[in-house]
């Protein structure tokens, strides 16, 4: 079964950082693109950020870059996301996805994690 | 990097087809066919009905169909039955800053 299991969500203040991870499992982590979704409690999808599969290549929304690092770790079927500079409109659910393709994350998220919630507050 | 806009809600009877549209600008949605659409039940995880403007992922029922004209993309679903009810989101890979942008969301409500 294919599954994906974030985690490192919690409550940090103003300023302060957090590594969200999510393992995946069920499917040859390495062929697919990857990307982080972000929903803020009662509102819309926000798209935060993707990487290709070989991990050369990454994206990110105007409103992270900067803040927000993307990485993966092939040989541990493991995705990240490294936030710093947190603000309170970062507080959100973090869903990890995987994409369709093996480079471009732009063809749609087929397999969706039950999300990990971040809070920003001091 | 502006949201795309929905109209925040649309409805229909059962049986009967509802259309949802999402419109962006040349720089997303006009210029490429990375458009998907999401259906998400409260309390649950988005799910894919469909990606590259039209195609539908395996599993998803033929009442769902996808199409664009302009920078306008529109969601179709036919038939409508009571598990459609649901929040829907388009997304598209955007030109103007080399990543991707949702749509700000429809609530279908199946009367």
């Known amino acids: 079964e294919v599954q994906l299991l974030e985690s490192g969500g919690g409550l940090v203040q103003p300023g302060g950082s957090l590594r969200l991870s999510c393992v995946a499992s069920g499917f040859t982590f390495s062929n697919y693109a990857m990307t982080w979704v972000r929903q803020p409690p009662g509102k819309g999808l926000e798209w935060v950020s993707a990487?290709?599969?070989?991990?050369?290549?990454?994206y990110y929304a105007d409103s992270v870059k900067g803040r927000f690092t993307i990485s993966r770790d092939n040989s541990k079927n493991t995705l990240y996301l490294q936030m710093n500079s947190l603000r309170a409109e970062d507080t959100a659910t973090y869903y990890c996805a995987k994409n369709q393709m093996d480079e471009s994350p732009f063809y749609g998220m087929d397999v969706w994690g039950q999300g990990t919630t971040v809070t920003v507050s001091s | 990097q502006s949201a795309l806009t929905q109209p925040p809600s649309a409805s229909g009877s059962p049986g009967q087809s509802v259309t949802i549209s999402c419109t962006g600008t040349?720089?997303?949605?006009?210029?490429?066919?990375?458009v998907s659409w999401y259906q998400q039940h409260p309390g649950n995880v988005p799910k894919l009905m469909i990606y590259e403007v039209s195609k539908r992922p395996s599993g998803v029922p033929d009442r769902f169909s996808g199409s664009k004209s302009g920078n306008t993309a529109s969601l179709t679903v036919s038939g409508l039955q009571a598990e459609d009810e649901a929040d829907y989101y388009c997304s598209s890979f955007s030109g103007s800053n080399n990543g991707e942008v949702f749509g700000t969301g429809t609530k279908v409500t199946v009367l």
């Open positions: 040349r720089r997303d949605v006009g210029d490429y066919n990375f």
């Open positions: 990487i290709g599969g070989s991990g050369d290549n990454t």
